[in-house]
C-alpha cells in the first residue's frame, strides 16, 4: 500500500514538474520522462536490474529536482545488479551532496554495496587491506545511516550486517 503511494506520488511529481515548464515542448518532454520513468522503476520492480539501471542512468541528466531521487533508485538498480562497486560510488556521491533522511538512504544503498563487494572479494580469494578498508567503509556508511534513521531499518538487517562486518575483521 504505502509502496503504491509512493510510486504514484513520484509520478504525480514527474508530471507536475513536466507540465510546470513554460515551453509548449516542456509537456510533451514531461509526458515522455514519466513514460521513461515508469519504464525504469517497472525494471526495478520486476527484477531486470541491468535495464532499469540502463534507464535510470538516461533519465537523471534531464531529471532536474528529481535527480536526487533519481540516482538513489539507480544506485539502488546498480546494487541488485551485483555492480557493487558501482552501486557503492554513486551512493556515496549522493550522500555527500544530500541531508536526513535522503542521505541515510545513500547511506544504506553505500553501506550494502560496500559489504557486498567485500563479500564477493572475499569468495574469490581476495583478503587484505583493500578487503577490510571496504568492510570500514560499509561499517562507517551503515553506522551514519542508523544514526541518522534508525526507522529505515526496521527488522535490524543494518544491524545484522554490520555484526557480520565486526566478525569478518575479527571484531566480534
Known amino acids: ?34 513514460k521513461k520513468y515508469s519504464g525504469a522503476r517497472k525494471a526495478l ?17 534531464s531529471s532536474g529536482p528529481l535527480a536526487p531521487r533519481l540516482r538513489l533508485e539507480y544506485a539502488h538498480a546498480l546494487l541488485r545488479a551485483g555492480r557493487n562497486d558501482e552501486a557503492a560510488q554513486v551512493a556515496n556521491m549522493l550522500a555527500s551532496e544530500v541531508e536526513g533522511g535522503n542521505r541515510a538512504a545513500a547511506l544504506a544503498v553505500e553501506g550494502t554495496a560496500l559489504h557486498e563487494s567485500a563479500l ?27 544514526s541518522l534513521d534508525a526507522a529505515l531499518d526496521p527488522l535490524g538487517a543494518m544491524q545484522s550486517r554490520r555484526a557480520e562486518i565486526a566478525r569478518s575483521l575479527g571484531q566480534g
Not at 514527474?14 to 514531461?30: H, M, S
Not at 520492480?45 to 541528466?61: Q, S, V
Not at 578487503?131 to 551514519?144: F, H, I, M, P, Y
Request: hydrophobic fraction near 50%; include cysteine; proline fraction near 1%.
Open 1 to 34: 500500500m504505502i509502496k503504491q503511494l509512493v510510486t504514484k506520488f513520484l509520478v504525480l511529481t514527474v508530471v507536475t514538474a513536466g507540465l510546470a515548464g513554460c515551453e509548449a515542448g516542456a509537456i510533451g518532454e514531461g509526458a515522455n520522462f514519466q
Open 45 to 61: 520492480e520486476e527484477g531486470n536490474y541491468d535495464l532499469a539501471a540502463r534507464n535510470y542512468a538516461a533519465l537523471i541528466p
Open 120 to 146: 564477493a572479494d572475499m569468495r574469490a580469494g581476495r583478503s587484505g587491506a583493500e578487503v577490510n578498508a571496504k568492510l570500514r567503509r560499509a561499517d562507517v556508511a551503515l553506522s551514519e545511516m542508523l
